[in-house]
Structures are given as C-alpha cells and as structure tokens.
C-alpha cells in the first residue's frame, strides 16, 4: 500500500479545482442499472470506490468505458442479478445495488457490504424499505436475496434519516408501480443530485431535500447526459487545510451552501471565507484560534465526513475544542494517531476534548479509515519535521490526485508507491 511522505511547515498559496462528489456518484452509479440504454457521466474522478462500483455494473453485465474523464456506461445488457463477496467487500456502496438490481431483474442476491471501519454500519433500514415495498427479503450465508415479484409503491416511514437508504428506496421505488411517499428521509445535497440524476432519465420524483420524497413509479428510465454535484467534502478538506497551513487558497468548483456548517466555524478559527457562486476562497493568517463545539448530526447538520479533519485543526488551535460524533461510533480511531503526533486529545463516552497545542510533530502514522487519513495528512501538512502517513489506499477511496493538488499549493508531500497489492476484503 502507497505511503505519503509530508515536510510539514508550507503555507498553501493558489487555486485547486473541487472534482464531482463521491457520495453523488456512487448511488449514481447503481442508479445506472436501472436505466435500460446508455449514461454518460461527465467529468468523473477516479475514486477507487468508484472503480470498485465499476467493477460490480460490469460483473452485472454492463458496458463501462472511460473517454478521458468522461464515463460511458450502457446496463442494456444485464444479465446477472448478484454482487458476490469478492467484490461487495470493496466498497460500502454496493449496498445501493440491492434496489435498482431488483428493480430490473425482480430478484438479487448482494453480498454484505464492505467499506471503512467506522464502526457498526447496519443496513436494516435498507431492507426494511424493500419489504415495505413488497420484496421478500432473505438473509442467509452472508447474502441478501431479495425477492421483488411482487414490488408494488407504498408509503415508508424511516425511523432515521439514513443516506444510503433513502437513496435506495428512492431507486427502487422509481420503478415500481404506483406512487411511494418516503417519509422523514435523509436530506443531504448527494439525495437531490440523485433526484436530479434519475429525473433526468425518467424518473418522475420529486421533494429530495423535503422532508418527504415523492416518487411516482415508472415503466423504463432512458439514458442521460449527466454532472455530479461538487464533492462537498473534498471542498470542506481543503478549507480546513488552508485555515491550518495559513495561506489563501481559491475553490473553484465548490459550492458554499453546501458547507454552511462549516463555514460557520472556520470563521471562529479567525480565516476569512469568501464565497461566489461556486467559488470559495479561504485566506488563513496565525494561529487559528480555537472553533467551539461541533457535533455531527445529519445535514444541514455538521458531516461526519468532516470530524476527522476538523479533529486535526483542533489539534493546533489556540485554545480547546469540544467534538462530539454522533453517527458512527468507531469513528474516532484517528485520535490514537494524531496523539503520536504531540496531540493533546481526551476522550469520554463518545466526546473528544482537544487542548490545541502550538506545535505538533512529524511521526509515523497509518489512516485508519478514509477521513481519519485525510485528517492526519493535514496535520502532516502543519508539524514540526518529517511525517509518513500510511495505507493512503484508504484515502484513495474518495479522494482523487489529493497529494498532487496538495503540493501544486505549496505542500510539501509525496507518494510512495508499493508494490504490494492488498486486499481490503
Ligand atoms: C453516507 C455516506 C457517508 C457518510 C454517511 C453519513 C455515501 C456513499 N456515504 O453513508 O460518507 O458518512 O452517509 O452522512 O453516501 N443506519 C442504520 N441502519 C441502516 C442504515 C444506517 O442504523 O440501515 C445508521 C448508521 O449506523 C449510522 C447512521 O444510520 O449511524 C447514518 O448512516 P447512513 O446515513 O445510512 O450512512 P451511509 O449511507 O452508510
């Protein structure tokens, strides 16, 4: 697995362009199999997770090419209704299959999902919605098997605003007959981007965003020429980078709504945000000063996807800082990294207190999951002296050219490849 190698103590100068959202894609992509002709995805980063969904729609029988960035992908020939370990085990996502796959072919068989280690990630709510929508659902030997014979439109009622199953019943529903309401789902910008997404090819939804989700069933869905939002995450990355690095640094391609949370404590930190349309500078002097409070909540509350790196930031605040996770409850195990780096971080029943520390130093450190790896590379960035920063795969899982972008601002960081293939299975 590559290792990245980080001279900390560069200030960030210049622009850096955010690519489309993995969280978009990724239920985009299993939103393909529904659609009986040919998608065409513009400009698509190469996460790794997103190759791995590749790997499953050409398993099912589809056609994927790349033309440069662009991503052609034609399901007409679907022919397969499994997702089998071997490749299930890759990536998180693949659970969005087990909808529009039975929503095709009338039955699937999907492995458990794999994905990062943050803890329990069950998917009860997910097969939850397909009974509730009249599949027969069977778990046996590590499988799911979903029998959707009998898939007719009803009403569901999440009891928590889970992301991957909102978008799941939504892709199952858009093809089911009748008209689902899917009350109290998840609300994050990735939800509306699917809605624009399967609209686009057919669909007939409406309300992603609301507190409920209309979906009028319809027979087919026809190809369509599509962009994926921003990734929101990668924009919020690189903001916390530049208020730790100090330096100005320009977004383009990023989308300030989508990251008010954020915004709103990077501005105690004392940087300066200015946001356009779908630009965001960030300009970062001294020692941030200290943000409060975050505690991770669904959106519009503060991501998940975000704590690790704002962890990071708290390590060097001037002052101490509060984080409370409230969605993954092993998504903490950054801490024990960033405390080889001189971090002074307490932890309590699922609360960090982090005294920030003027100086933190260069170690050896292994991401632990993809947004704890993301954090450590930027208190990398910051340190006293040399860090490495290993299994950076997990990193690669959703974040595209990170170092190259790093370093084309003034970072100090390099890629070390190994040859060793490592399976996450
Ligand atoms: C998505 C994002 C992930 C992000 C997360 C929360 C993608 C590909 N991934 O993950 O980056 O961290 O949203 O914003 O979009 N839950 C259940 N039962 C279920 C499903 C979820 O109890 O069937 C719980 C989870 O354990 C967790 C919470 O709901 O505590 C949120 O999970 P969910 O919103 O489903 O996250 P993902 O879709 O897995």
């Known amino acids: 697995m590559d290792e990245f190698f980080i001279v900390g103590g560069n200030k960030l100068f210049g622009s850096v362009n955010i690519d489309g959202a993995k969280n978009s894609l ?49 399901c007409r020939g679907i022919c397969a209704c499994d997702v089998p370990l071997e490749l299930a085990c890759k990536v998180r996502s693949s659970i969005f299959t087990l909808g529009p796959i039975t929503a095709r072919t009338g ?10 280690d943050i803890g329990l990630r069950p998917i009860d709510l997910h097969l939850a919605g397909l009974k509730q929508l009249g599949c027969k659902v069977i ?6 098997y979903v029998d959707g014979q009998k898939l007719q439109a009803r009403d569901y009622m999440l009891p928590f605003a889970s ?24 609300r994050e910008p990735e939800i509306v981007d699917l809605e624009r997404f399967l609209n686009g090819c057919g669909a007939k939804i409406s309300g992603a965003g609301s507190n409920v989700i209309m979906v009028e069933g319809v027979k087919k869905l026809h190809g369509c020429e599509f962009s994926v939002m921003p990734d929101r995450i990668e924009a919020g990355t690189f903001m916390i980078a530049c208020a730790m690095c100090e330096g100005e640094v320009e977004l383009k391609n990023a989308i300030a709504k989508d990251n008010e949370s954020l915004i709103a404590k990077l501005q105690k930190t004392a940087c300066k945000i200015y946001c356009d349309r779908d630009r965001i500078v960030v300009k970062s002097k001294g020692r941030p000063i200290a943000f409060g409070e975050i505690e991770t909540e669904v959106y519009p509350g503060f991501p998940t ?4 790196q704002m962890c990071a930031l708290a390590s060097i605040c001037d002052g101490y800082s509060l984080i409370i996770e409230n969605l993954f409850e092993s998504r903490f195990k950054h801490i024990g990294e960033l405390l ?10 699922g609360v960090c207190v982090v005294h920030g520390k003027e100086k933190i130093y260069g170690a050896e ?53 190994c040859e060793k293939k490592v399976d996450n299975c």
């Open 26 to 74: 990724l239920p985009i992509l299993a939103g393909c199999i529904l659609v009986d002709d040919e998608v065409l995805l513009k400009s698509v980063p190469r996460y790794s997770d997103v190759l791995a969904m590749i790997e499953i729609l050409r398993h099912l029988g589809a056609k994927v090419e790349w033309q440069g960035q662009d991503l052609y992908i034609n």
């Open 107 to 116: 039955k699937a068989k999907v492995s458990y999902p794999g994905g990062c």
């Open 139 to 144: 778990e046996k030997n590590g499988y799911i």
């Open 163 to 186: 992301v991957g199953a909102s978008e799941n019943i939504m892709m199952l529903a858009s093809c089911a007959r009748g008209q689902t309401r899917i009350f109290n789902p998840a």
């Open 305 to 308: 996807d975000l704590q690790a």
């Open 340 to 349: 080889k780096m001189g971090a002074d971080i307490k932890m309590k029943n």
């Open 365 to 417: 450190v292994t991401s632990t999951d993809l947004r704890g790896g993301a954090g450590l590379v930027l208190c990398g960035l910051v340190a006293e002296g040399y860090t490495t920063v290993r299994k950076v795969d997990l990193i690669d899982r959703g974040y595209f050219k990170f170092e190259e972008k790093l370093r084309a601002l003034g970072g100090d960081i390099k890629r070390i490849k």
